[in-house]
Nanobody, 127 residues
Framework: QVQLVQSGGGLVQAGDSLRLSCTASVHSLSGYVLGWFRQAPGKDRDFVAAIRWSGGSTNYADSIKGRFSISRDNAKNTVYLQMNYLKPEDTAIYYC????????????????????WGQGTQVTVSS
């Protein structure tokens, strides 16, 4: 069983930056895909970004390309989501997730393929 513990988030103003962290309780994330998703009030949970732990390839949702960046720290078993130029429409609960099978579907954001989920963290962007 893999536990994902998230940190970061909070209330910021439009144009500010935030960094979310997600640390996995597993010996190694080699072979995993780690992803970030978000759920705005009254909406479905949507894909944000994913990273393949081995090799570091990434994929992003069109809505955040150029503003958000996903990265990893091998030594800390932690994945980050750096969010810049935040907009009010970025307000949501953000979740990290892990797929131990490293499939293309999870790189593309197919949620059902992710086996493990973090607890979620609120990001609120005021105008």
């Amino acid at each position: 069983q893999v536990q994902l513990v998230q940190s970061g988030g909070g209330l910021v103003q439009a144009g500010d930056s935030l960094r979310l962290s997600c640390t996995a309780s597993v010996h190694s994330l080699s072979g995993y895909v780690l992803g970030w998703f978000r759920q705005a009030p009254g909406k479905d949970r949507d894909f944000v970004a994913a990273i393949r732990w081995s090799g570091g390839s990434t994929n992003y949702a069109d809505s955040i390309k150029g503003r958000f960046s996903i990265s990893r720290d091998n030594a800390k078993n932690t994945v980050y989501l750096q969010m810049n130029y935040l907009k009010p429409e970025d307000t949501a609960i953000y979740y990290c997730a892990a797929d131990p099978w490293s499939t293309e579907a999870t790189m593309e954001g197919r949620q059902i393929e992710y086996d493990y989920w973090g607890q979620g963290t609120q990001v609120t962007v005021s105008s």
